[in-house]
């Protein structure tokens, strides 16, 4: 049972290894309920590493990662898919069915979990309305654009109403403008009380953030993870 105050995600002394080498070590990390986080570093760092162990695609190596104060390791494969579906994710490449509509697309994970999706309709159609895409419902994946991707990305990564939002570069490939736009709706579900993960190499944009909600910026580097100081 979830208990006021606990963590929603926390790392303790977590490594992961991957090839014979070492890509994180000594990671202490804890994701307060309701909280928003920058995850920045090099190409390669790890970053989507780190966020994979966020949402148990990926187990440590060593030292304990928990997911909602269930330990990682002990978890089975409907305990994992129990905790997906609290945890929402944009993926870098977004991962669609070109042969399903955008709005197919979005309902996929009610479908996989065993919901009515007619029963959803309208709250379908509200959050693709959110995100700005009402009028693509019936488009195909590859007849989008990149920033319009990445908002139907988004509007399928919290159908399920999930506690934490996790995004791994998701304004890595659109303009300013559309960045701008995906990061108030990020800035938005926080507000909610979502708690945000968002990985990106883009410090203006964290800047801009900045001005909108107390984010913690965790920088990741030579394997380990730190808080980034106040000069970004």
Not at 9 to 26: M, T
Not at 140 to 153: D, F, H, K, M, T
Request: proline share 3%; hydrophobic share 40%; net charge negative.
């Amino acid at each position: 049972m979830k208990t006021k105050g606990a963590m929603v995600i926390e790392h303790s002394d977590v490594a992961y290894s991957y090839g014979g080498g070492e890509l994180l070590s000594g990671v202490n990390v804890s994701l307060p309920p309701g909280s928003f986080h920058f995850l920045t570093g090099p190409s390669g760092a790890g970053k989507t590493t780190f966020l994979k162990l966020c949402y148990g695609d990926l187990l440590a190596t060593s030292g304990r990662v928990s997911l909602f104060e269930e330990d990682a390791r002990t978890l089975d494969r409907d305990g994992i898919a129990s905790i997906r579906q609290r945890i929402g994710v944009v993926h870098q490449d977004c991962r669609f069915l070109d042969h399903l509509s955008m709005a197919e697309n979005v309902a996929l994970p009610l479908t996989v979990a065993g919901r009515d999706v007619d029963a959803q309709s309208q709250n379908l159609t509200d959050l693709i309305t959110w995100v700005g895409m009402r009028d693509h419902m019936d488009a195909l994946p590859p007849s989008l654009s990149g920033g319009e991707r990445q908002r139907v990305a988004l509007a399928r990564a919290i159908i399920m109403d999930p506690e934490v939002v996790i995004a791994d570069e998701p304004t890595g490939n659109v303009d300013w403008e559309m960045s701008q736009r995906l990061l108030s709706l990020l800035v938005e579900l926080n507000k909610l009380g979502k708690t945000v993960v968002v990985a990106t190499h883009d410090l203006n944009l964290i800047r801009s953030a900045k001005a909108q909600v107390s984010a913690r910026v965790l920088r990741i580097q030579n394997g380990g993870i730190q808080a980034a100081g106040a000069d970004l």
